[in-house]
């Protein structure tokens, strides 16, 4: 397989059509919300890699999504809305990047995290280990050093949760299919979750399977269709 650099390239051209197909603002807003970042702190986050790129064999490849990264802009705001949700209790919850890709997500909620102080473990998990890898690079490049299985290369239908606390925080970026949600849901029976919904596309498999929407917030990124938060418990 060839290197997600070698396949995906991205320049002048990348913004001419997106301004071509989506407008100023599109554009714009994707340099601020996600290119801005790599340049910044010189990682590789934003360049976004088709599914038909990714490694062979991978399980329940079938039922997954092609990476993009998630707005600067868009963390930010839900780190706000779950600290606020979950107030005092928020240090008592790990978090957990479901279908990690390069990292972003964890990245902007680690500095986020560092800057309140109070915090538990912050992990991403991705099926890719050529993803997990540039996550790790991109880690170093911004921390220095990475704890122990901050990026956990697995599948998540076959993700053991007890690894982590009972209590947690769980980002998706619509990463997969509602056939791999289910099986999350699943295997989340034992925990207390507060699930962080970005482009919710299969926002009926959560409310079928119990779940409930404590929270809505509209999205202009890339027409998206906002982020939802859901919860398995009451506060």
Known sequence: MKSPKDVVKFGFKNYLNMYR?????????YFFNC?????????????????QFEEENLSNQEHGVGYMATGTNDIGKCFKIASKFLGDQFGNYDFLDLGSGKGKVVLVWTGLCKKSRNY??????????????IARKNYLRIFKSIPENTFVVEDVVHLD???????????????????VLKCALDNLRNSEV??????????????????????????KSYGIQGTTFFTNFQL
């Open 194 to 219: 507060l699930l962080i919904y970005h482009n919710p596309i299969h926002t009926g498999c959560l409310l079928n399977n119990g779940w409930s929407i404590v929270h809505k917030e509209s999205c």
């Open 21 to 29: 197909s989506r407008g100023i603002y599109f554009a714009f807003n």
């Open 161 to 179: 949760f007890s690894k982590f606390k009972r209590n947690l925080i769980i980002f998706c970026n619509n990463p997969f299919d509602d056939v």
């Open 120 to 133: 538990g473990r912050v992990s991403g998990v991705e099926y890719s280990e050529v993803l997990s890898k």
């Open 35 to 51: 290119h801005l970042f790599d340049i910044l702190h010189r990682t590789d986050t934003h360049k976004w890699l088709p599914k």
